[in-house]
């Protein structure tokens, strides 16, 4: 019933950009407090930002000034913007609804930063 769908990743120059989107259903959407986290090979998975119901944003210092991310709760759909990107940022990154003790994960998608 509840499901998190990420699409976006892929391959990507160093200095370019990618748009990650990630789209909800069976929850309501717009009560949850939404999140990307991404995990490399070897390294544990970090909180990359966060939005909540009420806009309110935080970043991780790895990417502030370079990622953005937003939401649109009419199509239940959180997005994260990254520009600038760089090889250190290759990773799979996967979306997070928290609300109180619920939390729902998505299965992820990788963005590879690679000439």
Known sequence: QVQLVESGGGL???GGSLRLSCVA????????????YRQ???????LVASIAPNDIRNYADSVK???????DNAKNTVYLQMNS????????YSCKAVRI???????????????
């Open 25 to 36: 259903s069976g929850f309501t959407f717009s009560s949850y407090d939404m999140s990307w």
């Open 65 to 71: 000034g370079r990622f953005t991310i937003s939401r």
């Open 85 to 92: 990107l760089k090889p250190e940022d290759t990773a799979v």
């Open 101 to 115: 003790f619920r939390y729902y994960w998505g299965q992820g998608t990788q963005v590879t930063v690679s000439s």
């Open 12 to 14: 990507v120059q160093p």
């Open 40 to 46: 490399a090979p070897g390294k544990e998975r970090e």
